[in-house]
């Protein structure tokens, strides 16, 4: 798609409302005739600075036009954000009118929609203002201001159960079983990499040991821990006793309020994996199907039965971790409406404390981003969702967290739903950047967070497990600043505080 952009070089903020509205379209910045074109352009007077698009899809033209009070510029940052607010608006506004298709998220193009809601209701709005905000100035439908709106109180909640020194703590194992087409994570089939799994404990137990002896000197307290991938029951029952052993040895978990392992593949899940999970104290888990039809696992590379999830989720409730979570995805290879809604009844039929669904994204790096065979039409997937929502709330469950991601089909959204009382604390805690979140693994980034300013420290870790063990020295070196990141954090408070 042609982009012309007048009076302004805000082409980031143009380029991702164009990647929403028009999903495929790529910017074409020499103009060669193309049918498809925006114009984009800025006007700033004393009073207003006004945003004005006109947009030209397959021979249908359209106008949209935002504006905002001049005088509300208080600084370059504010000036900046709003400037690309109504470049958005105006963008919305004409693709719209083009087209005639609405989107169920608007102009908001950002992937943590809660955490506007929460941050409007912080600041002291009330809980219609919040609503009239998403719904006038986004256009978001009223379908998702509600989903929004429901993840933003239970952000709310989790945060005042957080001190100054909370942290969370992220394990990445990044082995699977097999690789299922969707999938862009660094992860290695377990089978070509079997020798690469104990070298790379032997890594992590080094991190570990690194972050434990920093954690003391930074005054930071262990409030959660997820241990993610790939699939971390991949390892044998031996291998996860031994981890977690060494974790617990190793680090003061006198505030740990939540233990997660993402059992994920239910071909990982065995009787004496969830005995050590449950024995070292993880009392969360997740039992991840994604689909509950035999065509579907298939087209989307797993190896393992419909019938196989029963076993799993069978064997997991029997170890006694009171909480479980079911992942599903709306949008796979050769699903239907009918068939996503078949897998969605199962699943509660099961009863989990917790369901996400997410919507299938299209991302770098997946062989279906390639391949884009059989995929439902972005209108049947929102059909999907739309099922999914209805039927989760009167089930009982609500929207705890939410966010979005790029290529993402219909430019919808996951959800994690729950049962009251069963958040995942770190879930929200991630989503909504409510602390310092320390990744150890292959893969890993650290956040090191400043809620009350929003200042981020990211800390990458190599991406391959080879290179990871490679470089380990490195990476535990990369972790010292946390020391002086958390501090600062807990000195400016202790000021406030007297």
């Known amino acids: 798609m042609f982009l012309k952009l007048i009076n302004h070089e805000y082409k980031y903020a143009v380029e991702q409302m164009m990647m929403v509205v028009f999903p495929g379209q790529l910017p074409e910045y020499t103009d060669e005739g193309q049918p498809r074109r925006a114009v984009s352009s800025l006007r700033e007077s004393s009073v207003w600075t006004t945003a004005y698009t006109k947009v030209t899809w397959d021979g249908q033209e359209g106008v949209g036009i935002s504006r905002v009070k001049t005088d509300t510029f208080v600084d370059d940052l504010t000036r900046d954000r709003m400037i690309q607010r109504i470049l958005k608006q105006s963008f919305y506004k004409a693709a719209v009118a083009c087209t005639g298709q609405p989107l169920p998220w608007g102009a908001l193009t950002g992937i943590r929609p809660a955490k506007l809601a929460s941050k409007a209701l912080k600041d002291g709005a009330s809980e219609k203002e919040t609503i009239r905000m998403f719904q006038n100035e986004f256009f978001v439908s009223p379908a998702r201001t509600a989903l929004a709106m429901d993840a933003a109180k239970a952000s709310l909640a989790a945060e005042e159960k957080l001190a100054d020194n909370d942290i969370s703590l992220y394990l990445g194992i990044p082995f699977c079983p097999t690789r299922c087409v969707y999938c862009s994570f660094v992860s290695s089939d377990v089978k070509r990499s079997l020798k ?91 039992v991840n199907p994604q689909s509950m039809r035999d065509d579907v696992l298939q087209a989307m590379g797993r190896s393992h039965s419909a019938r196989d999830i029963f076993t799993a989720y069978d064997i997991v409730r029997k170890s006694g971790i009171p909480v479980v979570n079911m992942d599903l995805i709306a949008g796979l290879p050769k699903d239907t409406v009918e068939g996503f809604r078949y897998t969605l009844d199962t699943v509660l039929g099961l009863d989990p404390e917790n369901i996400t669904v997410h919507t299938l994204a299209l991302k770098k790096g997946a062989r279906l981003m390639m391949e884009r065979q059989g995929l439902p039409s972005g209108e049947e997937t929102s059909a999907m969702l739309d099922y999914a929502w209805d039927t989760l709330r009167k089930s009982g469950q609500y929207p705890y967290y939410l966010y979005r991601q790029k290529y993402m089909s219909g430019a919808l959204e996951n959800i994690g739903w729950c049962k009251p009382g069963t958040e995942g604390l770190y879930n929200i805690c991630i989503m909504e950047e409510l602390h310092s979140i320390l990744a150890l693994g292959a893969g890993g980034s650290t956040k090191l967070t400043d809620p009350s300013t929003g200042k981020i420290l990211r800390i990458a870790n190599p991406k391959y497990p080879q290179q990871y063990m490679e470089r ?22 202790n000021h406030h505080g007297l």
Do not use: W
Not at 207 to 221: T, Y
Not at 472 to 479: E, G, L, R, V, Y
């Open 472 to 493: 380990i020295d490195t990476i535990c070196k990369d972790k010292e600043p946390l020391v002086s990141f958390q501090r600062s954090l807990l000195e400016r408070s």
């Open 196 to 286: 690469l799994v104990e070298p790379y404990l032997e890594a992590l137990n080094r991190e570990i040991d690194a972050i434990a002896d920093l954690l003391p000197q930074a005054g930071a307290k262990v409030r959660t821990i997820y241990i993610g991938g790939g699939t971390p029951t991949t390892l044998s029952a031996k291998q996860l006793e031994q981890l977690i052993t060494h974790l617990r040895n190793k680090l003061d978990l006198s505030r740990l309020a939540e233990f997660t392992v993402e059992a994920g593949r239910p071909d990982t899940i065995t009787e004496d994996k969830m005995k050590v999970l449950y024995d070292l104290g993880v009392d969360r888990a997740s």
